[in-house]
């Protein structure tokens, strides 16, 4: 069974940095295409950033130029980098794993920004 375990939340004030790690176990990483999501409060969840297997990857235009998605297949593991965090940025982050219709996701990691 595919888990995701996410980390790296917290506060942090206004452009200041972050960086998500999401580890997946009981399965092939390198397989998986794996995604950012997050949810503010009151909003739905929307995509943040995502990565294919061969490392293409795509960005909402709301962070693009400030966080970087990257993978790690031999730690099992994907990474967003957050720079220049705004307060707008503040929610729960959610990382997935993909494949062909089946999708896992973790459960979450609350990010905090102050203005």
């Known amino acids: 069974q595919v888990q995701l375990v996410e980390s790296g939340g917290g506060l942090v004030q206004a452009g200041g940095s972050l960086r998500l790690s999401c580890v997946l176990s009981g399965s092939i990483f390198g397989i998986y295409t794996m995604g950012w999501y997050r949810q503010a409060p009151g909003k739905q969840r929307e995509l943040v950033a995502s990565?294919?297997?061969?490392?293409?990857?795509n960005y909402a235009d709301s962070v693009k130029g400030r966080f970087t998605i990257s993978r790690d297949n031999a730690k099992n593991t994907v990474y967003l980098q957050m720079n220049s965090l705004k307060p707008e940025d503040t929610g729960v982050y959610y990382c997935n794993a993909v494949l062909g219709r089946a999708t896992t996701w973790g459960q979450g990691t609350q990010v905090t920004v102050s203005s």
């Open positions: 990565i294919s297997r061969t490392s293409v990857t």
